[in-house]
């Protein structure tokens, strides 16, 4: 707690405050102008970009715990964490990889669910396991649009020849089907873009949103995850 009878700035105070809650300070491996911290929230541990709203929402709020009268603006948080980013920059911190739902590591594949409590699937050569992500676990980022994916049944046997057959893939083209569904979750590998070709009422759609929500689903519904093909050239490039 910050002590009401400090007599330093309120600046000051929450800046050393701020520094006190960080679990773990980083520069992201491929972008050194990046600097996350791992906090503490609501009883598991979060991967934050300092200059992004979420990590303003996190010192405003971890402020308002705290027994202090004065209300500041979003620019006094922004302040605080501008002057964490530059003493990060100046002084140093480790560099690491950032993580977005995925992480391939030498002898273990991360899968993050998406869930409020921050759990993975852990799949290493000896086991499979859900677990809770933390300071020491590779450090993942959550964009606007990840949607929290579903509970996997471990029980399960040839789980890909029965989406292959509800999807009505043709016989000929299950095991490509198939090889190309799990390799999307290679996430250090360049993968095709899987192209579903075929009449009007033939599944397209069906197809390619359930792909979608079975990587990396932006909701429950298959509207969700579906976007229309774009129209000009410079839309299909971004």
């Known amino acids: 707690k910050i002590d009401s009878k400090d ?33 503490k929230i609501n009883n598991h541990a979060e991967t934050l970009n300092l200059v992004s709203k979420r990590a303003i929402h996190w010192l405003s709020n971890e402020y308002r715990k705290i027994d202090l009268d004065e209300i500041h603006s979003d620019d006094f948080y922004k302040n ?9 920059q100046m002084n140093g911190a480790p560099r690491e990889k950032i993580y977005n739902r995925i992480a391939m590591l030498k ?7 998406g869930t409020f409590d921050y759990s993975a699937i852990k799949i290493t050569k000896e086991k499979i396991e859900i677990i809770k ?3 020491n676990s590779p450090l993942f980022v959550r964009t606007q649009s990840l949607h929290e994916q579903v509970k996997p049944k471990f029980n399960t046997t040839k789980s890909l020849d029965k989406i292959s057959e509800l999807l009505h893939i043709v016989k000929k083209d299950r095991i490509l089907f198939k090889v190309h569904l799990v390799a999307f979750l290679l996430e250090m590998h360049p993968i095709p873009i899987m192209v579903i070709d ?41």
């Open 80 to 88: 605080i964490l501008h002057a964490i980013i530059s003493d990060v």
């Open 107 to 113: 002898d273990e594949f991360l899968y993050d669910l």
């Open 7 to 39: 007599s330093r700035k309120d600046s000051k105070k929450l800046y050393d405050f701020a520094k006190s809650k960080i679990l773990k300070l980083v520069i992201a491996e491929n972008n050194s102008n990046e600097v996350y911290a791992v906090v």
């Open 133 to 135: 992500l933390d300071e």
């Open 198 to 238: 075929g009449t009007s009422g033939s599944l397209k759609t069906t197809v390619t949103t359930t792909v979608k929500r079975i990587i990396d689903p932006n909701g429950k519904s298959r509207y969700s995850n579906y976007v229309g093909f774009p129209k000009k050239q410079e839309d299909l490039v971004i």
